[in-house]
């Protein structure tokens, strides 16, 4: 059996995802998203998430119905 896993090393404002849009309003074009950028809106996502189960909640519903 081996040594434990390591968690691998990046900086983390390299890319890390690439974004393109459809040129909808004008010529197609691409952003790359960083790490941080990923980490920020899955964690903005999450806060956003819990507010609207918290203002369901405060009407009496659940996030179910």
């Known amino acids: 059996h081996g040594s434990a896993p390591v ?10 995802i690439m974004y ?4 909808t309003t004008g010529k197609p074009k691409g952003a790359i998203g ?6 920020h809106n ?3 996502q999450a806060a956003a ?3 609207a189960l918290l ?7 659940s996030a179910a119905s």
């Not at 393109?20 to 040129?23: A, F, K, M």
């Not at 203002?55 to 519903?61: D, E, F, I, N, T």
């Open 34 to 39: 960083s790490h941080r950028n990923i980490i």
């Open 49 to 51: 998430s819990a507010l």
């Open 20 to 23: 393109y849009s459809s040129g």
């Open 42 to 44: 899955i964690f903005a």
């Open 7 to 16: 968690a691998p090393q990046y900086d983390e404002t390299e890319g890390l």
């Open 55 to 61: 203002a369901l909640a405060a009407c009496g519903q």
